[in-house]
């Protein structure tokens, strides 16, 4: 009961339960402190069957589909956010037509472009994660320095080498450390990642085969900047959290792939695997459906307490209000919940702008990866929807002296055919009801047109979706963001959740540098295209709120992107306290007993996907949670 | 069990080729004890009205003629579509040399058994025109060419004047059928032909659809002909991904 923990003053408070807050839970946990957890959403499930099961029946397989709360209500229509109590982001509600509209999309966005990505409110956070597991490169904590751009890190990588090392090793990692020696990334001598690489797939092959078969010419690579003759670009194996063998009780990968949004047999990793080591421990205690609203600041500047509100259903209303007083508290509550809790504690006009926020930093410099998708069929079968979603990626073009002039650009590569763009319903629906909205189902010349040559039964369907389903392909460009302090999370002054608290406003736009990473990558996958012999079936909408056009060697190009999910800055780390918002130990520089966790304290946001990095710096958090604010 | 099927409805006069009008009833048509032709016939016809259930999912026989119905219009063997048994049974064995006994024949005992949820989907939702495509299954049961001659009476333009309402009907279900064999998910029969209606003048409309089960989502063809699997359903092991798949026919 709410009583009960509020009677306590506890060791350390947690509000979240994701990859930060498990984390930093459970390292607390093992050190004999006193944890408490407030988790929005729901608590950990006995195990994974009903999120399975709401997987296979989702109409919409979005990485959101297996987790709560519902999506859809009564005739499929998206549930109002204005009456659910964590409500959350959802692709389904980033569509051309509804993306500005509260009624159906929890985030109000004020635009003048979309925030594409999405997050979960659930024990777990973000488990929908692909489980990639990339470490920063050494520039990417010093583009101030190396190339004159944005800010520098309070760290640097050396710092972090030996808490991505402990990352590693708690989330299981499969990689090759010979294979990850580039751009500058080293590794302690003798140092082995858990498990072997997992093995490139098929179309890993194909695309390196193809790109590499000649050694690439200055007048093709010249464009990349990278300051160097660039006659090999190496398709090189992503390290993830997936077990390529048994380890630490969860069995080897069989390529269900479906990592996002959920892999059937946990091979994955995720933060409910930690959660449940935290709570073995006995000294972590979880709390679940409790959203915490107004973090207190008492004498000297000191955080005294948190206070949350309870709901049993999804869409009901509160229940019970509480509060939990502790020595400590750690908000790990994700980039876009954690400074809209630091923006609603106003602490009746003491902290008008908010808790930790006296810099004006809080909610600014919103980034993700804006991750530029691209489809082409092949002249050969490759064989996709087989393997996890992604094995293999280009990583040698993220760094160099380009970044003096454009952004840098990470590209993966998918296992999964044009599973993104609706497949396999999309083409299957063509070819049995002759249509043709995946442009699969008409010669070149009428590629756009809505209505298909064939609808077709019987061994003639099984050949043409086999001859369409096996060579189909797609790559993506996450793109590095610029750390705008325009990008923005604020506080909705017109529209509030099922608790009655204002939702998360987001201002988003694309800086021109970013939008120069833009360029160079479709010159690359022009590059990329053509090498490999694709017919380009890559289109964008009219109507796409994403979209933007540039003029590319002589041809008006549209683009667009989609969120990658790396959802990073807004509550900014650094050494100054005039311009960020926590130290390098993810400490608030306006109170000394607040700790702001995960990637919204990433200064930059480069181009690797952010969980490695934000759970090697929440293990070097709890440790000097341990070392300074309890020593004994 | 197969058979029991209400006595209301009398038949078009062109639906049976050789039987005279009026005299053969859905009853007759269902059960086998009309005579039927072994010859494809395009353009056959029932005219009932929808809302009447008169397959029986419960029929042995009625299943029979489904999954083959389903295997003509899929391109998938009978026996991949309900594993565990399913045969063909002739009056004079060794099977399944023609005339087939449909009385005699087994659907199979599959655990799984999507194709009863599929069957009764499609009897819920449009028992006219099931009825329909399980005739043409009768009809041409013990045809050489049962397939090509399923499919050749459903393959037909929109525009074509020579079909009736209830041609296009079928055809529709027939198209509703495969994708639930393909995808595990139900697309109104009315929906697909709403679909190519309104897309030439709104390319962005999204298409209505349902998944029947989650079971019918993990049993689900589409990518199974793609030498692949359901995403989220892989019965495979570690590591598969690096080399080609086995050849189609050990996943169709």
Known sequence: MAGEIDKILWDVAIVGSGFAGALIANELGKGRRRVIILEAGEGIPPNINKYMSRFYSAIAKVPESPYTPEIFGR???????????????????LGAKNWRNPKEAYLIQTGPRPFGSTYDRVAGGTSHWLGTCLRFAPNDFKMKSQYGQFVDWPIEYKD????????????GVSADVDEQRYCDIEFSPGYNYQMPKIPNSTTDQYVNESLNRDPLTEVETGFLGMGKPVTKIPVRGVPAARNSAPYRNRRACAGNTNCIPICPIQAKYDPTITLNDARNTGSVTFKERSVAYDIVVGANDLVTE?????YETETGKETERGSIKAKVFVIAANTIETPRLLLMSTNGGRTPRGVANSSDMVGRCLMDHPYYVVWGLSPKKIYPYRGPLITSGIGDLCDGPFRRERAAFRVDIGNEGWNLSGDPNVTTLDFVNGLNKSGLNAPPERRHTPLGDEALFGKQLVDKLNEKFTRQFRCGFLIEQTPDRDNRVTLSSQFRDGLGLPRPQISYNLSDYTRRGFVAAHRMKKLLFRKMGLDDFTKVADDDPTRFDEEIDGELVRLNYIGAGHIMGTCRMGDDPKQSVVDKFQRSHDHKNLYLVGSSTFPTGATANPTLTLAALSLQTARHILDTDFRR | MGGSLPNKHPIAPNAIEDEPAGVVTRRTVLTGAAAVTAAASVGTALDTPAGAQSVDVNSQEHMVLFVLLSSALTGIPPEKLAPGGFKLQSPNPPAPTPPIDLSKSIPGFDPVDVKREYLTRANEKCPAALEYLLQLVRKNLNASNRDEAIIAALQFD?????????????QYLARSIVLMWYLGAWYEPAELKALRKDLPTDPTRVPKFEVVSPKAYTQAWALRVAQAHPMGFSEMQFGYWTRPPNPRTDFI
Do not use: C, F, H, M
Request: charged residues 45%.
């Open chain 1, 75 to 93: 005739e499929r229509k998206l549930i109002d956010p204005a009456i659910v109590a964590a409500g959350r982001p959802t692709v389904v509600s």
């Open chain 1, 160 to 171: 972090l080498n030996v808490w991505y090392e402990e990352a590693e090793k708690e989330l």
């Open chain 1, 306 to 310: 948190i206070k949350y509100k309870r």
């Open chain 2, 158 to 170: 929109d525009d074509d004047k020579t079909k009736r309402p209830a041609d296009v009907d079928a």
